[in-house]
T-cell receptor, first 115, second 113 residues
């Protein structure tokens, strides 16, 4: 998996939107951008993923830059339960030359939600 | 539809004993992954298995650690002759096919005393 860069930590107020940035300047054309999060004392959980177009689901939105060298995970209205470590991960398309399927976690961004 | 089930949730072992961690993947999932998380550190990949096959064990320590995913039953991560440095949270994840998102279990917290 190619490398991503995220801020170590961020703070946000409850009930406000949160924008979590991720830089991936070495992304290849077939890399998907995945986001996972890990709540305290729990296993990671899948949040969202995308390739080129922006994506929305019930948990969050993913905004992908036109050159794909960065992306932003958007929590539209943060709650205290969104306090977690958020991981931005690149996964290669398995139809390409690289069939490495395992997810490699970096340090992620620790999101603090202020009541 | 139960998620990934790991047991036990907490395991205490004395130095030199064996630890066996179990993981039952989600129904219909045939790919299993094990990760280790040391206190205040990130998740480190250990091993990727499919039924009866080890696909990638590049993250497994060379000694004392082994993993299996038999045709029937859960995946087992086995740690022989545990040492204090093995104390960590061990997470298992499963996926239906290659490239799918992972579903993680709640982990087994191993404490070696």
């Amino acid at each position: 998996d190619a490398k991503t860069t995220q801020p170590n930590s961020m703070e946000s107020n409850e009930e406000e939107p949160v924008h979590l940035p991720c830089n991936h300047s070495t992304i290849s054309g077939t890399d998907y951008i995945h986001w996972y999060r890990q709540l305290p004392s729990q296993g990671p959980e899948y949040v969202i993923h995308g390739l080129t177009s922006n994506v929305n689901n019930r948990m969050a939105s993913l905004a992908i830059a036109e050159d794909r060298k960065s992306s932003t995970l958007i929590l539209h209205r943060a709650t205290l339960r969104d306090a977690a470590v958020y991981y931005c991960i690149l996964r290669g398309w398995l139809g390409g030359a690289n069939r490495d399927d395992k997810i490699i976690f970096g340090k992620g961004t620790r999101l603090h939600i202020l009541p | 539809n139960a998620g990934v089930m790991q047991n036990p949730r907490h395991l205490v072992r004395r130095r030199g004993q064996e630890a066996r961690l179990r993981c039952s993947p989600m129904k219909g999932h045939s790919h299993v992954y094990w990760y280790r998380q040391l206190p205040e550190e990130g998740l480190k990949f250990m091993v990727y298995l499919q039924k009866e096959n080890i696909i990638d064990e590049s993250g497994m320590p060379k000694e004392r650690f082994s993993a299996e995913f038999p045709k029937e039953g859960p995946s087992i991560l086995r740690i022989q002759q545990v040492v204090r440095g093995d104390s960590a949270a061990y997470f298992c994840a499963s996926s239906r096919v290659e490239g799918d998102g992972y579903t993680f279990g709640s982990g087994t917290r191993l404490t070696v005393v």
